[in-house]
Nanobody, 124 residues
Framework: QVQLVESGGGSVQAGGSLGLSCAAS????????MGWFRQAPEKERESVAF???????TFADSLNGGFTISQDNAKRSLYLQMNMLKPEDTATYYC??????????????????WGQGTQVTVSS
């Protein structure tokens, strides 16, 4: 069983920056996808950014280019640095983890384990 704990959410004005962290504990996977999703009030959950055990990264097309995803394997942690934030980035951000088949790329369907979420609020 995997536990994921997010931290780092908060409130910021438009144009500002926030960094999110996700710490994993419990079971681990040799091939995995790990990433961030978000859900705004009354909207469906959407993908934000993914990475995997090879270091490949994928970002949602809708992002403005100000987001960076990274991981620290030794700490079993995932990070999301968000710059140039806009009010439409306001949402609860979730960390997720899942296994990856050999040769496969991560997509929005990989998530098996989820964190509890952390709120990001961007004011105009």
């Amino acid at each position: 069983q995997v536990q994921l704990v997010e931290s780092g959410g908060g409130s910021v004005q438009a144009g500002g920056s926030l960094g999110l962290s996700c710490a994993a504990s419990g079971s681990s996977y040799s091939r995995y996808c790990m990433g961030w999703f978000r859900q705004a009030p009354e909207k469906e959950r959407e993908s934000v950014a993914f990475t995997d055990d090879t270091g490949r990264t994928t970002f949602a097309d809708s992002l403005n280019g100000g987001f960076t995803i990274s991981q620290d394997n030794a700490k079993r942690s995932l990070y999301l640095q968000m710059n140039m934030l806009k009010p439409e980035d306001t949402a609860t951000y979730y960390c997720a983890l899942g296994t990856r088949r050999s040769g496969a790329y991560c997509n929005g369907a990989f998530a098996k384990d989820w964190g509890q979420g952390t709120q990001v609020t961007v004011s105009s």
